[in-house]
């Protein structure tokens, strides 16, 4: 090969080699790369999974959770959640998420949901997030980019803006939505 052949391969090797390298932030903010494709940086948890769990990640990888009595190579506690995975849930499922802003995040049986979009900085002003939920019943503890307003949930119904609240979305199998937001109350002592 020729010194010009031998330099263009070296580039293109340069080039593909530093997109698969994960960023260092616990955030994924390039905005200009399409919602469906892979971003190596880990946006959020696992915290609990009961019964069967199918967490898709945007390059193809399925993961299935069947607990308790997992096996090797199940998802467990402490797995991570990426921007792009689609998570659903069986007959008997239920998952519980941490994400990296604070977010708490319950699926109960029988949902589908995506992570469309996560972008978090603790030192940043250009946070967001958009879920997309539609099939099931999910309820959250909204974390720090709420108290922005750049917290966007999905439905079949439209997108609701969250604002910092502990909101309940059931999703049934019409497609009708009902939002509710949960009320902490409180007990006034005797």
Same mark, same amino acid.
């Given at each position: 090969? !020729?010194?010009?052949?031998?330099?263009?391969?070296?580039? $293109?090797?340069? @080039? +593909?080699?530093?997109?698969?390298? *994960? /960023? &260092?932030?616990?955030?994924?903010?390039?905005?200009?790369? &399409?919602?469906?494709?892979?971003?190596? #940086? *880990?946006?959020?948890? +696992?915290?609990?999974?009961?019964?069967?769990?199918?967490?898709?990640?945007?390059?193809? +990888? @399925? @993961?299935?959770?069947?607990?308790?009595?997992? /096996?090797?190579?199940? #998802?467990? &506690? $402490?797995?991570?959640?990426?921007?792009?995975?689609?998570?659903?849930?069986?007959?008997?499922?239920?998952?519980?998420?941490?994400?990296?802003?604070?977010?708490?995040?319950?699926?109960?049986?029988?949902?589908?949901? =995506?992570?469309? =979009?996560?972008?978090?900085? *603790? !030192?940043?002003?250009? !946070?967001?997030?958009?879920?997309?939920?539609?099939?099931?019943?999910?309820?959250? %503890?909204?974390? =720090?980019?709420?108290?922005?307003?750049?917290?966007? +949930?999905?439905? &079949?119904?439209?997108?609701?803006? %969250?604002?910092?609240?502990?909101?309940?979305?059931?999703?049934?199998?019409?497609?009708?939505?009902?939002?509710?937001?949960?009320? =902490?109350?409180?007990?006034?002592?005797?």
């Amino acid at each position: 090969m !020729n010194a010009r052949a031998i330099a263009l391969l070296l580039a $293109g090797l340069c @080039v +593909v080699t530093s997109g698969l390298l *994960p /960023r &260092p932030a616990f955030s994924q903010s390039d905005s200009a790369q &399409p919602s469906g494709a892979f971003d190596a #940086t *880990p946006v959020g948890k +696992v915290m609990t999974a009961t019964g069967v769990v199918h967490i898709e990640h945007a390059a193809g +990888v @399925v @993961v299935q959770v069947t607990a308790p009595g997992s /096996r090797a190579g199940d #998802t467990k &506690p $402490g797995d991570l959640i990426y921007r792009g995975d689609l998570i659903r849930t069986g007959t008997d499922g239920a998952l519980g998420i941490t994400f990296a802003d604070g977010t708490s995040f319950n699926v109960t049986s029988n949902a589908r949901m =995506e992570v469309n =979009e996560f972008v978090y900085d *603790p !030192n940043g002003h250009s !946070n967001s997030t958009l879920l997309t939920l539609s099939k099931g019943t999910f309820t959250w %503890i909204a974390g =720090e980019i709420a108290h922005t307003g750049h917290m966007k +949930v999905d439905t &079949p119904a439209g997108v609701v803006g %969250i604002r910092g609240t502990a909101p309940r979305v059931e999703i049934l199998n019409d497609g009708s939505v009902k939002f509710s937001t949960l009320i =902490e109350k409180k007990v006034e002592p005797k």
